[in-house]
C-alpha cells in the first residue's frame, strides 16, 4: 500500500474501449459506495513507454479496472499499466493465460482441473492425426476468440477437410493453430460462475438458443439462476486460482461421463446474462474487489 | 432527448444519462451509433466501431 492510500482517496481507472451495460453497473457500482473513478477510453489514449508511474497512474489511476472488449489492446495495454507500477485486475499473466484457449487449458489441466479431452495441431493432417484419437464428432476452436465465434463441430471427415481448408485461407497465424476437443456428452447449457477474488459470487445455466449449439450469451444463450453446489464452488475457485485469481468468469460443462469440466475462464467477465438470474450485487463485488487491491 | 440517425434519419431515443461512449442503435435501421458528448453538452452520433475478430471476454 503507498502512503497515504485508503478506499476513500484512492481512484480506480475504468479503462474501455466500449460501454456496455457491465460498464454502468460498474460506475453506477462505485458511485453509491462514493468510490472515485476514472472513466478512460483506451481508443483515444497514446502511452509514452518510457514514462514513470506518476505519469501514468494521472492519466489511468490505479487500481485500473481492465474492461477493453478487445483482447489485444486490454492485454497490452494491461502489460504497459503493470510494468510501471499500476496495479490492474486482471493482471497481464491472467489475461494471458485466459484469452488463449490452449494455454487455458493447459494451465488448468497441470493444477489438476477437470478439463474435456483436447488436442493440438498445426495442419490439416494434424488435424485428422487428432480425430482418430478423439472421434468424432469434436469441436474445433479458435484459441483466441469469444462469444463462440468461428467455433465448429467437425462431424466427419468432409467437412472437417472443407472447414479446415476456409481456416488457411484466412491470412491469420492464429487461426492456423488448431484446438480440437472430444465432444462432451452434456445437457443443452454449461454453467457459467462467477469468481470475484476467492469467492464465487453466483452461478447460471446458459442454454443454448433453438438454433444454435452454443451457449454464448452473445449468441442469444438464455441464462438461468443455477445452485451453487460444493462441487461447483470447489472447481471454480480452483480454476480462478489455477490462472491467477481476480475477477474471473468460469465455464463449465457437466459432462454425463465425468462430472464438471472446465472449458474456459474468461477474463474481462460479461454478467449480463448472469445478473437476471440473482440478486447478488456483482458489479458492486468487482468494485469491492478492485478498491480492496491497493490493500493487499 | 431525441437524436436524428446519421444513416436514414430516423429518430433515435437517447436518455438523459447517457454516458459518453455509450452505443444507442437506430430502432428504424439498425446501425448501432456511439454517443459523444462534446464539451457544450450537445450529442454527437458517431458510427460505432465494427466488432473485431479479438472482441469478447
Given at each position: 500500500m503507498r502512503i497515504g492510500e485508503s478506499e476513500m482517496t484512492i481512484e480506480i481507472g475504468l479503462v474501455y474501449d466500449r460501454i456496455r451495460w457491465e460498464e454502468k453497473q460498474l460506475l453506477k457500482a462505485a458511485q453509491d459506495r462514493e468510490i472515485k473513478v476514472k472513466m478512460v477510453d483506451s481508443r483515444k489514449e497514446s502511452v509514452n513507454?518510457?514514462?514513470n508511474y506518476e505519469e501514468i497512474s494521472e492519466t489511468f489511476g490505479d487500481p485500473v479496472l481492465q474492461r477493453c472488449i478487445s483482447y489485444f489492446r486490454g492485454l497490452h495495454l494491461t502489460a504497459i499499466l503493470e510494468s510501471k507500477g499500476v496495479r490492474v485486475v486482471n493482471s497481464f499473466d491472467v489475461s494471458l493465460k485466459c484469452g488463449n484457449k490452449l494455454f487455458t487449458t493447459l494451465t488448468l489441466s497441470k493444477a489438476g482441473v477437470p478439463v474435456p479431452e483436447t488436442m493440438a495441431a498445426f495442419t490439416m493432417d494434424g488435424v485428422f492425426k487428432a480425430l482418430n484419437d478423439l472421434g468424432y464428432p469434436a469441436v474445433l476452436k479458435p484459441v483466441v476468440g469469444s462469444w463462440g465465434r468461428l467455433m465448429a463441430i467437425l462431424k466427419d471427415k468432409e467437412t472437417t477437410q472443407a472447414i479446415i481448408e476456409l481456416r488457411e485461407k484466412i491470412?491469420?497465424?492464429?487461426?492456423?493453430?488448431y484446438y480440437v476437443q472430444k465432444w462432451v456428452d452434456r445437457p443443452p447449457r454449461d454453467i457459467r460462475v462467477v469468481v470475484v477474488g476467492d469467492e464465487v459470487v453466483a452461478a447460471s445455466y446458459r442454454y443454448s438458443p433453438v438454433d444454435d449449439w452454443r451457449t454464448n450469451v452473445a449468441r442469444g444463450g438464455k441464462s438461468e439462476a443455477c445452485p451453487i453446489t460444493p462441487e461447483l464452488e470447489e472447481v471454480a475457485l480452483k480454476a480462478a486460482e489455477a490462472v491467477g485469481g481476480g475477477v474471473l468468469a468460469v465455464d463449465c460443462m457437466e459432462s454425463r461421463e465425468k462430472g464438471l469440466l472446465v472449458h474456459e475462464v474468461n477474463?474481462?467477465?460479461?454478467f449480463r446474462g448472469l445478473a437476471s438470474t440473482t440478486n447478488v450485487d456483482i458489479a458492486g463485488k468487482i468494485i469491492e474487489y478492485v478498491a480492496g487491491v491497493v490493500k493487499r | 432527448m431525441k437524436a436524428r440517425c446519421p444513416e436514414c434519419d430516423g429518430e433515435i431515443e437517447v436518455y438523459?444519462?447517457?454516458?459518453?461512449?455509450e452505443i444507442v442503435t437506430c430502432?428504424?435501421?439498425?446501425m448501432d451509433f456511439e454517443v459523444v458528448i462534446e464539451e457544450k453538452g450537445e450529442i454527437k452520433l458517431v458510427p460505432a466501431e465494427v466488432e473485431g475478430e479479438d472482441w469478447g471476454e
Open positions: 513507454l518510457l514514462s491470412n491469420n497465424a492464429l487461426l492456423q493453430i477474463n474481462t467477465v460479461e | 438523459d444519462d447517457v454516458i459518453n461512449g430502432p428504424e435501421c439498425g
